[in-house]
């Protein structure tokens, strides 16, 4: 694939937040060594429905298995390169409530590119000079 072509895809991200209102986000690393937060979530794969598609999603990065999926909270379209393959992702984030955990990658390739996870509170995410992934993410 050359680099001008663009690959489309949906994707859907959970912002899980504790009773504390804090949230679970991911340090993700590419190739290339940039790194950023991010919550967790994904593309879709062919004949997922936007909820299986989270659920693999955060078994593989989280090992999160029992969970509700909670409101449409945001959505966003974007374009961005991903180890050398320019995305345009069409986004969608809902809120999944949850008691605070201790996340588990299960998938190895997930393995490869996160690198920590870390809850953090509101004030914290308003206050970081660390790359969040959206820029808004706070605001959410």
Known sequence: MS????????AIRA???TPERE???MRVLQEQGDSFWITPGGGMES?????????????????????????????RQHTFTWNGRRIRQRER?????????????????????I???????????AAT????TPLSLAEI
């Open 3 to 10: 680099a001008e072509q663009i690959v489309e895809r949906d």
């Open 15 to 17: 912002v899980i937040l």
């Open 23 to 25: 949230v679970l986000l």
């Open 47 to 75: 004949g997922e429905t936007m909820v299986d598609c989270l659920r693999r999603e955060l078994r593989e990065e989280l090992g999160l298995q029992e969970f509700t999926v909670g409101p449409l909270v945001w959505r």
């Open 93 to 113: 984030y809902h809120v999944i409530e949850i008691e605070k955990f201790a996340p588990r990658i299960s998938d190895p390739i997930e393995s490869k590119t």
């Open 115 to 125: 690198v920590c996870f870390r809850w953090w509170s509101e004030h914290e995410l």
């Open 129 to 132: 000079r660390e790359r969040l």
